[in-house]
């Protein structure tokens, strides 16, 4: 096996294991390149199709390519797709900075979706190597009542045993990519042939990174228009993968603050 033989099989015995544990169990899709990964290993975790519910947490601010690309794979991949809205700006933490708050809204929209659907298991495509703050998460990860995640109080995780405690109203946070790299996620999806929304390959110099909302994610310069461009890019930038993310340009602890109250 080579090194994304090895990552695939983690990930589908991660998948296998949430899946077995963790009822009623959803999985986070976002429409990015990491979250079509995390799609696509459960589709040969499990046969071909996706045996949980997949959840869009709409902001209503996503690029059309986005929405247009969910509409058309929620069909090809037979999807068993929960759709949920966020509550507007005006009702988030008015002391975090401009696109933190906005940013917030799909906290409140997850946490909504999470107690609408009494989940006990969130499936959901972070990596370690994407955010510092990322770093600090457990592949099983507990949530508590209230959504939050207390960084100090994570269970350990020896030989790939996973632990899912379960108190009333807590859920699990299941991370799949957590070891993947970005070049990784990028040299997966041109082995399998994985779709992607084409805001990720460049066009009059500059493409997307990361996908987010539109009046909080800006593209990087690039030229790279090809799955074999943006591998050959990566391999030699020291651009931040998140570089075009507005909140990651806020305060130190903006993005910090977000992930303990429940941000994906």
């Known amino acids: 096996m080579d090194h994304l033989d090895q990552l695939e099989a983690q990930s589908i015995f991660i998948l296998r294991e949430a899946y077995r544990k963790l ?18 290993l459960a589709k040969k975790a499990f046969l071909g199709r996706v045996p949980f519910p997949v959840m869009h947490v ?15 794979y929620t069909k090809k991949w037979e999807l068993d797709l929960l759709l949920g809205d966020c509550p507007p700006v005006e009702e988030m933490d008015p002391s975090l900075p401009p ?6 809204r799909k906290t409140a929209g997850l946490a ?45 995780e020896f030989w790939d045993q996973y632990a899912t405690p379960h108190e009333e109203g807590m859920h699990i946070r299941v991370h799949p990519l957590l070891s993947w790299r970005e070049i990784d996620i990028w040299r997966y999806i ?16 500059k493409r997307y990174r ?8 800006s593209p990087v310069e690039s ?7 943006v591998i050959a890019e990566l ?28 941000y994906l």
């Open 23 to 40: 009822r009623p169990l959803a999985m986070l899709w976002s429409l990015g390149k990491d979250s079509n990964v995390m799609v696509w």
């Open 58 to 72: 709409d902001t209503g601010k996503k690029f059309r390519e986005m929405y247009e690309f969910r509409d058309e």
């Open 99 to 104: 696109a933190a708050r906005s940013a917030a």
């Open 112 to 156: 909504a979706m999470i107690e609408k659907h009494r989940l006990q298991g969130v499936i959901a495509g972070i990596r370690r190597d994407e955010q510092g703050t990322r770093a600090k998460e457990r592949v099983f990860s507990p949530r508590g009542a209230s959504h939050k995640w207390d960084i100090r109080n994570q269970p350990p």
């Open 190 to 205: 041109e082995r399998e042939g994985i779709p992607l929304v084409d805001l990720y390959f460049a066009k009059d110099g």
């Open 210 to 217: 990361s996908l987010g909302d539109q009046d909080i994610t």
């Open 223 to 229: 030229n790279a228009s090809t799955l074999a461009e």
């Open 235 to 262: 391999e030699t930038t020291r651009t931040s993968e998140r570089s075009g993310r507005a909140m990651d340009h806020e305060s130190e602890d903006a993005f910090e603050r977000l992930r303990v109250a429940g």
